[in-house]
């Protein structure tokens, strides 16, 4: 009697095993295994429209300038202290640009002068740009990045969670000169800041 049973039992305890060795090594080659589900690092629709295609241009018509998007993910670098350098550029010459860059003293400013560079070079390498000077950055934008899980050990062997942040840097340059902005006087935007109050939609409202 106690023989089967120690028998049932070391069947089980075996048929456990196999199981953990089939669940670790063999499902690891399933034709799913490979796809990743991050979100954050599958979204390539930024670079996608590089490859967009335009209709043919008329005779009469003037050239369509040159637009270069890039981007650079994963930046160990917080999200919102990025935004402040995104914005500075933003409008700016790439000369200009890099310029203003060159003499910040913050991490990220290094982060995007690289990511600016890099435009640079493919704008002339494949986008048909004969001066790399006649560009300017028309949108700098920045995204929240995938942010990984660690523990913050306290006192009295309490522990915390602790996000490690990352961020997404977006760029978008133009062949030409940058636009210019009409100067507005600080009545002139009230203005239209109380307009976009009367224009605003209170819902449920009388």
């Not at 295994?33 to 930024?46: E, G, I, M």
């Not at 890039?70 to 160990?76: E, L, P, T, V, Y």
């Not at 997404?168 to 109050?197: C, I, R, W």
Request: with cysteine.
């Amino acid at each position: 009697m106690a023989a089967s049973v120690v028998t049932a039992s070391g069947a089980t305890l075996l048929g456990r095993l196999l199981g953990q060795i089939h669940s670790r090594f063999l499902t690891q080659f399933s034709h799913t295994s490979c796809l990743h589900t991050s979100a954050a690092l599958n979204t390539k629709n930024w670079e996608r429209k590089n490859r967009m295609l335009y209709p043919p241009q008329e005779k009469d018509e003037p050239r369509r300038p040159a637009e270069i998007h890039h981007c650079r993910r994963q930046i160990k670098y917080s999200k919102d202290k990025m935004w402040y350098l995104a914005k500075l550029i933003k409008g700016m010459s790439i000369d200009q640009a890099l310029a203003q860059l060159e003499f910040n003293d913050k991490k990220g400013a290094k982060i995007i002068k690289e990511v600016l560079l890099e435009a640079q070079e493919m704008a002339v390498r494949n986008h048909n740009v004969e001066y790399k000077s006649n560009l300017y950055v028309a949108d700098s934008f920045t995204g929240k990045g995938q942010y990984l899980k660690r523990i913050r050990y306290h006192g009295r062997g309490m522990f915390g969670i602790m996000d490690k942040v990352y961020c997404h840097y977006f760029v978008k340059l133009v062949e030409g000169s940058p636009p210019v902005v009409e100067q507005t006087t600080p009545f002139d935007q009230a203005k239209e800041y109380v307009q976009e109050l009367k224009n605003r939609t209170i819902v449920y409202s009388l």
